[in-house]
């Protein structure tokens, strides 16, 4: 079918292609959340809220995700993220009313991409009441049983279990992709990307995966149903550079759909590539004061080769995680100071330009969202009528992690309702308008994985027959609206 579908948009056009295939979905006999169980469209289905922006308007979306920030910090007065302040925020978009979903990490990135609740096990990043604090040794085990929630009204598209990897039935908004956009069935080259800086510096006892033509491993993760140990970060060795990957900040390893595709997460779930800070380099003509190499910076090259959907994750230094860092930020510090606000802030400064000097980005094409995984672990608020999974009544605290909190003197979040407010910045040059602040408008994760499948044309099937999967396809979330794709020579509906 794949093959066929590719020689008929070589033969048709693609759009042609797919509306000849194109067939109404109908439910799976199992239950599963997540398939197509419907046409999809909008008719008949009384009043559908979609981004404002039509599907296709905007080409390419990345996300590019920091951690462990509450908005008042890195946005507020004196805050160390002056490039992201000073230099984006102009360029850009601050939602200021930008919520995560969860404490702690795991949880948050599930959600973006899959509209799944935290459970006990995700939100404490798979890790256990006797977690030593030293190692941080987690668990890398199936969700079970992993079935559809009996009561799919109330928690739409959610499955039952304990345990961290959802089983196959579970899709993402890759699986949502591959069908509207089949795979390259030769190369296995999606229309999404996930990239991931660190991943396979050190392939010996932490990630596996396979190994990368340009360094590195693909799609790296532990070994199923064993212990993940790459909860913290490792310095460098005599043979091999530190290595600071995270495999609980990488969502898609954790479901089947993606990971048992054995090729395709190969070829999608790569490494970031590097930086030669101060060696200035071109990107199509666009002067740059860095150099790259990598898989992000070959991409980027073409609008043909720009993934559709692109995810960024910088390492534990980089991504502001720990600010003691075990191997250098991006540029070259270590140690105490290298990482927090200053060390997100310096990945920003050296990577975002080579987004933006990108021709996608250029032309109008690409979204660019910034933004942090959760606020810092006191802050359990939620927005935007968000309502617990079956599993976890309360999504800003795994009471898993109670023992630990109190080892560490932590505070447990009052409320535990949510991830915190963490604000994201939003950059595209044809829709939004520069240096503007919303200050009205409230979203969370479940509502910008609603605004990506709006806008990348996905439409059929997810939880809802209408394209969205898990809490994002919850009645009266908001996608991103009119207060966010504010461009006023696009006039008042922004395009």
Partial sequence: MERLISWLCRSIGCAAALLALAVPGAARADGWPGHDHGRGDDHGRGHVVRAALPAGAVGHIFVLELENEGESTTFGPGSPATFLND??????????????????????????????????????????????????????????????????????????????????????????LDRVYPPNPFTHRAAWRDY????????????????????????GHPALNGIDNTNAASPATATAPADQYATRHNGF???????????????????????????????????????????????????????????????????GHDSTCAGPNTIGQTGAGAG??????????????????????RAGQMLLVITFDEANSGDGTACCGETPGPDNPTPGFSPLLAPIFKQLGLPIPNPAAGG????????????????????TGEYNHYSALRSYE??????????DGLGHLGFAASPGLEPFGRDVFNQRRFGRWGY
């Fill in 87 to 176: 230099t984006l925020v102009p360029q850009g978009e601050l939602l200021k009313h930008y919520y995560a979903t969860g404490h702690a990490s795991l949880d948050n990135y599930i959600a973006q991409i899959s509209g799944q609740a935290p459970t006990e096990e995700t939100s404490a990043d798979c890790l256990t009441p006797s977690t030593n604090l030293t190692t941080l040794i987690g668990s890398y085990v199936d969700l079970l049983p992993g079935t559809p929630d009996p009561n799919q009204a109330l928690y739409p598209g959610q499955v039952d279990g304990h345990g961290c990897i959802f089983p196959s039935g579970v899709q993402t908004i890759a699986n949502q």
């Fill in 196 to 219: 991931d800086e660190d991943m396979g510096n050190q392939p010996t006892g932490r990630e596996q995966g396979a190994a990368d033509p340009l360094g590195g491993l693909d799609c």
């Fill in 253 to 319: 390893v954790y479901f089947h759909s993606v990971i048992d595709k054995t090729a395709e997460c190969d070829a999608n779930v790569v490494p970031l590539g590097r930086v030669q800070v101060g060696a200035p380099s071109r990107l199509d003509g666009v002067r740059l004061p860095d150099t790259f190499s990598g898989h992000l910076a070959d991409d980027l090259w073409n609008i043909a080769t720009t993934p559709k959907f692109g995810w960024i994750t910088p390492n534990l230094c980089d991504d």
């Fill in 340 to 361: 927090g606000l200053h060390g997100a802030d310096e990945f920003l400064a050296h990577w975002v330009p080579l987004l933006m000097a990108s021709p996608a980005y």
């Fill in 420 to 439: 915190g407010q963490v604000g994201a910045v939003l950059l595209d040059r044809r829709y939004i308008e520069p240096g503007s602040v919303d200050d």
């Fill in 454 to 463: 709006d806008l990348l044309g996905i439409t059929r099937g997810g939880t």
